[in-house]
């Protein structure tokens, strides 16, 4: 089985504090993905990554960054986190190649920023 | 601008109705899933379509692809199946582009 986890299951921080969300996937998938949830928007792409090192922007990227230093591993940084980062953030991977296109979800972080 | 709609946005049902959740798309596909998101945040797959219809137990999902347009069908339904059901198109073999959800309640 697929399995994706995530470093919290929940989170509370502070206005201003510096934000690590972790992401391991246990299935040498390339793709990486961090999404946010909000009620009525439904899931936004913040960055993907195709492989190590390597990183792209997504719809909402601002104030968000990420790092991809293993393969398995993809991480998300709010460097100065704000409340209206408080939302659901899921992690998701998914392999490459005809056989691969399914993404496979973490159980997701709840955050609030206060 | 949504390159995915979903309708309805929330659907009470009764224990044995059956439901009906649709999906429209905008742009061109190379394959179309649906997830389902049950409470406390965890989503999983339940169908990827590219073209006609896929059956599991109690769940069916067709597509239609010159109309651009896809449904998920729930015979049968449950309270189990009270979920957050969600239509998500697959653009590039990469990323995907989501529906904002359809909230399922099926009361006993």
């Known amino acids: 089985d697929v399995k994706v986890t995530q470093s919290s299951r929940y989170l509370v921080k502070r206005t201003g504090e510096k934000v690590f969300l972790e992401c391991v996937q246990d299935m040498d998938h390339e793709n990486m993905f961090w999404y946010r949830q909000d009620p009525g928007l439904g899931l936004r792409l913040i960055y993907f990554s195709y492989d190590v090192k390597m990183k792209e922007k997504g719809d909402i990227p601002e104030g968000y960054s990420v790092s991809r230093e293993k393969k398995e591993r993809f991480s998300l940084i709010l460097e100065s986190a704000s409340t209206n980062q408080t939302s659901m953030y899921l992690c998701?991977?998914?392999?490459?190649?005809?056989?691969?296109?399914?993404?496979?979800f973490g159980p997701g972080t709840r955050l609030t920023v206060t | 601008k949504n390159e995915v709609e979903q309708s309805p946005q929330n659907l009470t049902a009764q224990e044995g109705e059956f439901i009906t959740i649709n999906c429209s798309y905008s742009?061109?596909?190379?394959?179309l899933h649906w997830l389902q998101q049950h409470p406390g945040g965890g989503i999983v797959s339940l169908f990827m379509l590219s073209s006609g219809k896929k059956k599991h137990g109690r769940l069916i999902a067709t597509i239609n692809i010159q109309e651009k347009h896809s449904s998920l069908h729930i015979t049968a339904s449950h309270p189990r199946d009270s979920a957050v059901y969600i239509c998500?198109?697959?653009?590039?073999?990469?990323?995907?582009?989501f529906g904002t959800g359809t909230s399922l309640t099926v009361i006993p």
């Open positions: 998500a198109v697959d653009r590039t073999g990469n990323q995907f582009y």
């Open positions: 998701a991977s998914r392999g490459t190649g005809q056989s691969s296109y399914e993404q496979y």
């Open positions: 742009v061109g596909i190379s394959a």
